[in-house]
């Protein structure tokens, strides 16, 4: 059997293709160091006799869930800032207070009490900030979500209306 009949012989899902040509595309793109324009990927759905709409449309959807990502990532860093505030506040308070239990009768005491219950109340803060699915995580999320759009969207307007004051 010659290298032609055996290569003829295969094949392969649809999953099996995408990832084949997706490894190929990447160490094309690795070896040139370049990027592809929009034509060139119109004109390799063509080869593959893919429509150009539905090019358009799997691009539209790419776009919307590399958005969502990129949004997603920014709540992320939102929580860890929210975050970090939270265990610095946490911990100045405790110092200050452990501080004042020790001057206050060269012991630790009462503080002590107070360590423990507000290291429960960051130990659940620690617990909802690692926390990155469910139904408690997606309410979070499209609640920030809506708030952060909202923001965008006032200053989107007050923009237009400096600008269309100062002209």
Known sequence: MTAFESNSLRSYSQEEVQQIL?????????????????????????ELQISPD????????????KSEVQQR??????????FKKRLGNYTIVN???????????????WSLYI????????????WNTFQTKGEEYEVAFQKWNRK????????????????AWQA
């Not at 109340?121 to 620690?126: C, T």
């Open 115 to 126: 360590l423990l219950f507000c290291g429960l109340a960051i130990g659940l803060d620690i």
């Open 148 to 163: 952060h759009q909202i923001k965008q969207t006032i200053n989107t307007v007050l923009n237009k209306w400096f600008k």
């Open 73 to 82: 990532q920014a709540f992320e860093i939102y929580r860890w800032g929210k």
């Open 54 to 65: 539905l090019v358009k449309i799997a691009e539209q959807d790419w776009l919307g869930k």
């Open 22 to 46: 997706q490894l190929a595309i990447a160490r094309q793109t690795d070896d040139l160091d370049q990027e592809f324009s929009y034509q060139q990927i119109i004109e390799i759905a063509a």
């Open 95 to 109: 110092c200050f207070l452990l501080l004042m239990d020790l001057i206050g009768g060269n012991t630790l005491s």
